[in-house]
């Protein structure tokens, strides 16, 4: 990372925790978002104000299988917030990843063996 990418990204993280702090956001969700930005900003070196799609379908790819869909949301919509309030650039990747919704049957599943996992 060269000094005046380290500054910048320093510089619009910031940006980013008062855009956060001031749309009034929950705390959590605050903290989501702003890990989201420094897990991004680390794959790509702090380089983030121009990602193509490409390297976004690289990324999420990545991620996929290391991490869970609760995180892959949260990188998501971490970088749309970071992009329309602190670049205030349109978010265009709207179609970037399907978000994958648990079933009733996901659920279900996840009691049964929660609870028989319990049960031991």
């Known amino acids: 990372m060269t000094p005046a990418s380290d500054a910048n990204f320093k510089h ?9 702090r001031l749309k009034g956001l929950q705390p959590k969700t605050i903290d989501a978002y702003a890990r989201a930005i420094r897990r991004v900003g680390a794959y790509f070196d702090y380089r983030i104000d121009d990602l193509s799609d490409a390297q ?6 990545s ?33 970037l990843i399907k978000l994958r919704i648990p079933t009733h049957r996901d659920r279900s599943f996840q009691t049964i063996v929660t609870s028989h996992s319990d049960a031991s």
């Open 12 to 20: 619009n993280y910031q940006t980013h925790l008062k855009h956060l």
């Open 56 to 61: 976004l379908t690289d990324y999420f790819t």
């Open 63 to 95: 991620v996929l299988n290391e991490q869970s869909w609760s995180t892959i949301k949260q990188d998501l919509y971490g970088l749309k917030f970071y992009y329309t309030h602190v670049l205030r650039k349109p978010w265009t990747n709207t179609n």
